[in-house]
C-alpha cells in the first residue's frame, strides 16, 4: 500500500505562512483523488483541501482564499501553501488519497502550531 510522509510543519505567528509537502511512495499521476486533512485535539479529522487529477480543487470554507493545494506529479509529492495562518487552523496535518470511497493508511502528518 502506498505510504504518505509528511513535512514543513512547525510554530508561526498568526498572520504567518507555511508550506506543507507530502511524499508518497508510489506514483501520484495514478491517483485520482488526493488532499490535505488536518486534526486538531479533541476534534475529528477534518478535510482541508483536495484536489483530483484533472486539477479540480477544493477547499473548506474556513481557509478558502488562505490555503493552496497542489500536486507534482514528477516528484510524487502534494503541497500545501498555508497564508494568512490563524491560531484555528493549529493541528496535525496529514495527506493521503481516496479509492473507492477508502482512505490508504494514515502518514505521521506534521504538525502546525499558530500561535496569536
Known amino acids: 500500500q502506498v505510504q504518505f510522509v509528511e513535512s514543513g510543519g512547525g510554530l508561526v505567528q498568526a498572520g504567518g505562512s507555511l508550506g506543507l509537502s507530502c511524499t508518497a511512495s508510489?506514483?501520484?499521476?495514478?491517483?485520482?483523488?488526493m488532499g490535505w486533512y488536518r486534526q486538531a485535539p479533541g476534534k475529528q479529522r477534518e478535510a482541508v483541501a483536495t484536489?483530483?487529477?484533472?486539477?479540480?480543487?477544493n477547499y473548506a470554507p474556513s481557509v478558502k482564499g488562505r490555503f493552496s493545494i497542489s500536486r507534482d506529479n514528477a516528484k510524487n509529492t502534494l503541497h500545501l501553501q498555508m497564508n494568512s495562518l490563524e491560531p484555528e487552523d493549529s493541528a496535525v496535518y496529514y495527506c493521503?488519497?481516496?479509492?473507492?470511497?477508502?482512505?490508504?493508511?494514515w502518514g505521521q502528518g506534521t504538525q502546525v502550531t499558530v500561535s496569536s
Open positions: 484536489t483530483t487529477r484533472a486539477g479540480i480543487t
Open positions: 508510489e506514483n501520484i499521476s495514478k491517483m485520482y483523488f
Open positions: 493521503n488519497t481516496m479509492l473507492n470511497g477508502v482512505f490508504s493508511p
